[in-house]
Structures are given as structure tokens and as C-alpha cells.
């Protein structure tokens, strides 16, 4: 079994990857709903106030009014696009790693990529409009150091987020967000294909190159004749030596997939060689162009299979590599900050009340449960005699399941037993 056949068997090929057309569409149906949602929560709210004051003023509600204008007002909430909604997202995923970056040592960088990409999972099907990704991107955060083996406590983990963010605020949508995930947390980098990568070209640099299967025609002197007569890439620096230049080509291939490939959607379009090898292009094209001679023959002859994969894999590369350069941060671009700080100010206004505080949602059902035993034991006189009756059947219960286990009671429970007797 190759590599691919792995991958094709792992949870983020069979649930997390799309075409551009799927993807868009994706967005499209959980940005409606998330709209139609909104304002009927905005409705019900604004009813709610409407009520509350008709009360407090004892003055009826002239529902007849209120009927007309609904329609009018829903209409007047105007809801984020979802092209508002990846820039919103992809705003907060920058906040991610500088949250990540602030701690002490800083998280380590498939944390912060893996806490990324659940994030922007869990916006695939949930809208920014119901749950605000200043609440989620902590959670997200504090999952990744899970599930990526990179240990801290909870209460030092909400040590490190500014504001006054507690703990309890923290954990407050995990099942949330974990069940967004499908409960399935594997999350493929591109970062181990790099990194053996480099140690094949570093290998072919010192004569101990493999020739591939397919082209007995190479040698390892012959591969590393290659590698050391390579054109320099152009807007780069002359390397003085091979390794100089491989080190390099590692530095700024790795810093791209620190950044616009977690920032794009690359992880849901192309596989995680396809992405190192798109940066890889970006860093040192001829570099990339030899290390893919290594791996397929480039036939003169069209008809050719390997001529057809060849033109294949390239056109792929070149597509991602154009949605990795099409990534600019935001905190370097005044025009795009221009356009979040109205995207904010729009949300602040289509915001689902219903979904606001999602720790207070999470201890309402306790209270109104309390709430309502106090006011069923205060009602009814009746309550302690029912709670002991239930207790008596349950110890006859415990009584009958004893007496019908062929092996007996534990050891321990019966000395206990004899010993007080």
C-alpha cells in the first residue's frame, strides 16, 4: 500500500476534502440557514422585549401592528455574506496563532496549525452569526493541544488568553465543537512531507541518492552533478553552497505553510503533497522541478502515460500555488482591515441572541432542573414519602441482583459484613 492509499482511508480525505464547486456550495447552504435562524431569533427577541415592557407598563400589545411590521423588519436585518464569513474566519485564525505564539515556550506550530484547521472545520457548518469564533477559537485551540499531544492544564491554559475569559468559558462549546468535527480529530499536515523531501535532495546533494525504479539511466555521481549545476531561482540571493540553498528553500517553503496554507483553503482542496510541493515551487522552482525529475520521467512523447501524469500533477501544483501567493495577512494590509472592522460592526448586529453565552446555556438546564424539584417539593407534601418508597425498591432491586449472582457478592463487602454482624 502506497501513501495515497493511506490517505484515501484517513478521515480527512473521506469527510474534509472538496472540490471548489462543493466547498462553495457548503458555505452557501450553512450561511442561509444560519440567516433564516437569525432572524427569527431577532424577531423572537425583539417580541420578547415588546412584551416585557406592554407588562411593566400594563398597557396591552397591539398585535395587529406588530403583525405588519415583522416581515418588514426581518427584511431589515441584513445578515454577513459568505465571503464576509471566510474573511471573519480567517481573521480569527490569524488571532490563533498569536494566542499560540504568546505562550511560554510558545505552542508548538502543528498545535497551532491543527487548532487552524479545526476552526475553520467547524465553520464549514456552523456560521459566525450563531456561535462568534471569539468563543470558539480558544476551545478550538485548547482541543488541538489535546489531540496533539502537547499537555497544559486547563487552568494554565486560560491563564494565557487575554481578557477575562475563564476556564469555564473556555470548555463551554468543546462538545460543540468537537461534535462539528465528526468527532474525527486526525489532521494531515504537509509539514513530514517536507521535511522528507528535503532529506532526499539533501541525501542526492552527497552522492547518496536512489535513482527511482523506473530510470536505471541515473546514477547517485550523475544525481548529484544535477542537483550542483541547477540555475538559481530568480528574486533570491545566490546560495553559496548546495546546502545553503536547500536550507533556504526548507525556511521559506516551511514559513508558507505556517501561514497562507492554514489561512487558504488548501487543506480542503489539494492533498498534503500537493501542498508542500505548491510552496515548495514558490520557494525554488528549479529545485522542485529536479526533485520531481527524481520521481517521473519526462517522455518527449505526449501519448505517454507518464507525460500525461506529469502535466496532470503540474497543472494541480500551479492552482495551488496560486491560492498560496494570493494570501495576504491582515495585519500587514490597511484595506482589509478597513473591511474587518466593518465586517465586526455588521455582526455585532446580526448576531444570534439565542447563542450568545454559551456557558450560561450550559448551566441553565442544571438551574431550571433544581428550580423545578424545589417547587415540586414545595407543591406537593407528598415528595419525601414517593423518595423513599423509590429508595426501598431500589435496595430490594440491589437485594434480588445479589441473590441471582452465581458467583456471590464481592469478598471484601462480605467480611465487611460479617465483621460488623
Request: contains cysteine; proline residues 8%; neutral net charge.
Amino acid at each position: 500500500m502506497i501513501e495515497d492509499d493511506f490517505y484515501r482511508t484517513s478521515s480527512q480525505f473521506r469527510l474534509w476534502s472538496f472540490t471548489e464547486d462543493s466547498l462553495r456550495s457548503v458555505r452557501q447552504n450553512t450561511n442561509s440557514l444560519a440567516s433564516d435562524r437569525v432572524r427569527v431569533a431577532l424577531r423572537r427577541a425583539r417580541e420578547a422585549r415588546q412584551s416585557a415592557n406592554s407588562s411593566a407598563a400594563g398597557t396591552p400589545n397591539p398585535n395587529g401592528s406588530d403583525a405588519d411590521s415583522k416581515g418588514g423588519e426581518e427584511n431589515d436585518i441584513e445578515c454577513l455574506t459568505p465571503e464576509e464569513e471566510q474573511d471573519l474566519v480567517r481573521y480569527f485564525c490569524e488571532q490563533l496563532v498569536q494566542l499560540g505564539e504568546s505562550y511560554k515556550p510558545p505552542l508548538p506550530t502543528t498545535v497551532r496549525a491543527t487548532a487552524i484547521q479545526y476552526l475553520r472545520r467547524f465553520y464549514l457548518t456552523n456560521s459566525p452569526m450563531t456561535y462568534h469564533p471569539k468563543t470558539i477559537m480558544p476551545c478550538a485551540l485548547f482541543i488541538a493541544t489535546k489531540t496533539d499531544n502537547s499537555y497544559m492544564s486547563l487552568r494554565q491554559f486560560a491563564d494565557g488568553v487575554p481578557g477575562d475569559t475563564s476556564a469555564e468559558d473556555i470548555i463551554a462549546p468543546e462538545f460543540l465543537v468537537m461534535q462539528s468535527l465528526r468527532f474525527t480529530f486526525d489532521v494531515r499536515h504537509p509539514f513530514r512531507g517536507l521535511e522528507g523531501g528535503l532529506m532526499e535532495l539533501s541525501a542526492i546533494s552527497q552522492g547518496l541518492g536512489e535513482p527511482a525504479p523506473h530510470l536505471p539511466q541515473q546514477t547517485p555521481e550523475s544525481l548529484r552533478q544535477s542537483i550542483s549545476s541547477l540555475p538559481q531561482p530568480p528574486n533570491n540571493p545566490a546560495s553559496s553552497s548546495i546546502s545553503e540553498r536547500l536550507a533556504r528553500a526548507h525556511h521559506n517553503t516551511r514559513e508558507m505553510l505556517k501561514s497562507a496554507a492554514q489561512m487558504t483553503d488548501a487543506y480542503f482542496l489539494y492533498t498534503p503533497s500537493q501542498i508542500w510541493l505548491s510552496a515548495f515551487f514558490l520557494a525554488d522552482q528549479p529545485l522542485a522541478e529536479f526533485y520531481l525529475d527524481t520521481k517521473l520521467p519526462n517522455p518527449p512523447d505526449t501519448a505517454d502515460p507518464f507525460n500525461q501524469l506529469r502535466a496532470k500533477l503540474f497543472k494541480t501544483l500551479t492552482a495551488c500555488s496560486s491560492l498560496l501567493q494570493s494570501y495576504k495577512p491582515i495585519a500587514s494590509d490597511p484595506e482589509q482591515k478597513k473591511v474587518m472592522r466593518r465586517i465586526g460592526k455588521k455582526l455585532y448586529h446580526c448576531q444570534n441572541p439565542e447563542k450568545v453565552n454559551l456557558a450560561g446555556q450550559k448551566r441553565i438546564p442544571a438551574a431550571a432542573a433544581a428550580s423545578a424539584a424545589a417547587a415540586a417539593s414545595a407543591s406537593d407534601p407528598a415528595t419525601p414519602e414517593s423518595e423513599m418508597e423509590r429508595l426501598a425498591k431500589k435496595r430490594k432491586l440491589e437485594g434480588e441482583q445479589k441473590a441471582q449472582d452465581i458467583f456471590g457478592g464481592e469478598l471484601v463487602m462480605e467480611r465487611t459484613k460479617e465483621r460488623q454482624g
